[in-house]
């Protein structure tokens, strides 16, 4: 489906609203019936219209229909973050005695679900370096039934080879779910390869303005009514119409939005390398990058975001490189209009500073739509206070 019409056209059916070009916000928590008959038959299967908005509601499923089709997957489910997306996605694929094989750095959050939350309920997870496929092979068990993917991560960019990995689950009968939030779908396909659920952060690219929180999973129809009517009706984490209206305006822009940041990106990831300060910088299209092949095969591009490794003996230098940015904020999160830095060592507690850690020396940088010149002045003037 050509990606103009799945943003611009597909899921809205304007002569139901006025001819409004934009789709009305249902700001309705339920709806009614004219017999027994009709709702008896939405009671026995509420996947199939509309009852109650935790379950479905007419502007989410414009947004629905949509983020769908850029995946290339049969339906989606549209939650109130990423990380009820990661945790409904999860759960319906585990039960009591289970394991799970993790990338060695998920999400934070991700991480949280696998190491603490899921022992509680008799299901372990061992964490590999993703790099490799066979690290995957070597920690597959007899009960490993979910296999955990983020490629790339979101700090130094790891990728793991999907085609191989999922040809390995498929042949075990193992589940895949991948975080794409780094990529969204317009710069990796993970379904074309072979995943069997794919999730994002929508909070990023999706929305696009630092203005809404919210989550999508992907996957077959079979798949998606089942986790439909459990866990997605069950945790209730369902987005608000307002915020799937304000995702449907951000899908307006992507494809303009992450050219933008891919270009600017690229820009000042070439400068950066050039600058004394930088001893290195994680940058997945960067012809250095350690697994530049492999990105190159798997991702169509990289918008805005990187890491750079600062030349530094001590905590105060990184404190002040980042302090003295004036328009980069420095804040968590990314994939919004503005330029943000985030400094790995504000994770470390007050004096667990080591320079021998090159993460701690690590500062991730999102580069957004601000012009590349005025982004690249900026960083100059603070790389020179190191
Ligand atoms: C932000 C993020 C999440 C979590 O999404 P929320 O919308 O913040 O809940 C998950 N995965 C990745 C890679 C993220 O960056």
Known sequence: MDLSYIINQLGEDRELYFNAIAPPIVQSSNFAFNT??????????????????RGNNPTVDILRQKLAALDGAEDALVFGSGAAAIFVGVLSQVRQGDHVVCVQDPYSWARYLFESLLPRFGVTTTFVDGTRTENFENALQSNTRLIYLESPNSLTFDLQDIEAVSKLAKHKGIVTILDNSYCTPLYQQPHAMGIDLCLQSATKFIG?????????????????????????????????????????????????????????????????????????????????????????????????????????TEAAQVERFCNALQHFLMAVSWGGHESLIFPASASLPEGGFSADQPKHRMVRIYIGLEDPGFLKADLAQALAKI
């Open 208 to 312: 696009g303005h630092s203005d809404t929180v919210a989550g999508v999973l992907t996957g077959s129809r079979d798949m998606l009514r089942k986790i439909f009517v459990s866990e997605f009706l069950s945790v209730g984490s369902v987005i608000a119409p307002f915020a799937a209206w304000l995702l449907l305006r951000g899908l307006r822009t992507l494809e303009v939005r992450l050219k933008r940041c891919q270009d600017s990106a690229q820009e000042i990831c070439q400068w950066l390398k050039e600058q004394p300060q930088v001893e290195k910088v994680f940058y997945p299209l960067d012809p250095e990058f350690p697994q530049y092949q492999l990105a190159k095969k798997q991702m169509k591009g990289a918008a805005g975001l990187l890491t750079i490794q600062l030349k530094a």
């Open 36 to 53: 027994v008959a009709e709702m008896r038959a939405l009671l026995q299967d509420e996947y199939k219209g509309f009852l109650y908005s």
